[in-house]
């Protein structure tokens, strides 16, 4: 696609998330190329960047081998995480923010230092700060939540926003903790870090290779959330959502009415 094609593209999608507003899909016939859709995503967040955001990191996708099966893929997809999306443990959310959102329990990184890519889990790990349980807010712009892979790659991934609990010290056995996300108390989805690649260092890793190859390495600093452990739930106006992680506590958030 043309330059001028992708920027219009990215332009709408970014429209469509500041007025809160779904727009058709950009790829219903499978035809446009990956590398053409992580652009449309770097320029759409580009525009983010212009109105005075800033990067903070990074958020990893079909970390699941189930899902890259039921999406035809065999590798992860990932977003860019801005200063807006950002939530406050505790804190409430509008959801008039979002046009259909849904939630995911999942772990977060913050780096003490740089990765560059090609690093083993052992090695990602010895460039974390800390650890942490999460929650991360999806929300296609795309109208009846439908979209190829390429337009939820444009859609920067469906990242809308992430709420990060306590941090941890990362030294510890992170590959099969028990996490149970529920909404006013209610269970409503159980699963393990072991969804993560079969463990989240992997996906540490995975996100330090995709960020190099899009020549955008991994800075100390850096937040990488690790991908979700269960299938997404949808957001009830009103409610309470809480993480709770073994061994490294709980997360939430409430829902405005």
């Given at each position: 696609?043309?330059?001028?094609?992708?920027?219009?593209?990215?332009?709408?999608?970014?429209?469509?998330?500041?007025?809160?507003?779904?727009?058709?899909?950009?790829?219903?016939?499978?035809?446009?190329?990956?590398?053409?859709?992580?652009?449309?995503?770097?320029?759409?967040?580009?525009?983010?960047?212009?109105?005075?955001?800033?990067?903070?990191?990074?958020?990893?996708?079909?970390?699941?081998?189930?899902?890259?099966?039921?999406?035809?893929?065999?590798?992860?997809?990932?977003?860019?995480?801005?200063?807006?999306?950002?939530i406050t443990d505790g804190g409430v959310v509008d959801p008039a923010r979002f046009i259909h959102p849904r939630v995911e329990p999942e772990l977060a990184f913050v780096l003490k230092?740089?990765?560059?890519?090609?690093?083993?889990?052992?090695?990602?790990?010895?460039?974390?700060?800390?650890?942490?349980?999460?929650?991360?807010?999806?929300?296609?712009?795309?109208?009846?939540?439908?979209?190829?892979?390429?337009?939820?790659?444009?859609?920067?991934?469906?990242?809308?926003?992430?709420?990060?609990?306590?941090?941890?010290?990362?030294?510890?056995?992170?590959?099969?903790?028990?996490?149970?996300?529920?909404?006013?108390?209610?269970?409503?989805?159980?699963?393990?870090s072991a969804a993560l690649l079969g463990h989240p260092l992997r996906a540490l890793a995975a996100a330090a290779r995709v960020a190099a190859e899009a020549g955008e390495p991994l800075?100390?600093?850096?937040?990488?959330?690790?991908?979700?452990?269960?299938?997404?739930?949808?957001?009830?106006?009103?409610?309470?959502?809480?993480?709770?992680?073994?061994?490294?506590?709980?997360?939430?958030?409430?829902?405005?009415?």
């Open positions: 696609m043309s330059e001028l094609n992708l920027k219009q593209i990215a332009a709408r999608l970014d429209d469509a998330a500041s007025h809160v507003s779904a727009v058709e899909q950009i790829d219903p016939e499978y035809r446009m190329a990956l590398w053409d859709a992580y652009e449309i995503q770097r320029l759409s967040i580009a525009c983010r960047m212009a109105r005075g955001e800033q990067s903070v990191g990074i958020k990893m996708g079909f970390t699941s081998r189930a899902k890259m099966i039921q999406m035809g893929v065999d590798d992860v997809i990932w977003g860019r995480l801005t200063s807006s999306m950002a230092r740089d990765l560059y890519g090609g690093e083993s889990p052992a090695q990602a790990l010895a460039a974390v700060d800390a650890v942490a349980p999460a929650l991360e807010i999806i929300d296609s712009r795309y109208r009846d939540f439908k979209f190829s892979l390429s337009d939820v790659v444009a859609d920067n991934a469906s990242s809308s926003g992430f709420v990060i609990g306590p941090w941890a010290d990362p030294r510890q056995d992170l590959s099969n903790l028990g996490m149970v996300m529920s909404f006013d108390g209610q269970d409503q989805q159980i699963g393990s800075r100390a600093g850096a937040i990488v959330m690790a991908g979700a452990a269960t299938p997404a739930q949808w957001l009830v106006p009103g409610s309470y959502v809480q993480l709770m992680v073994e061994r490294l506590g709980r997360v939430g958030f409430h829902v405005g009415a």
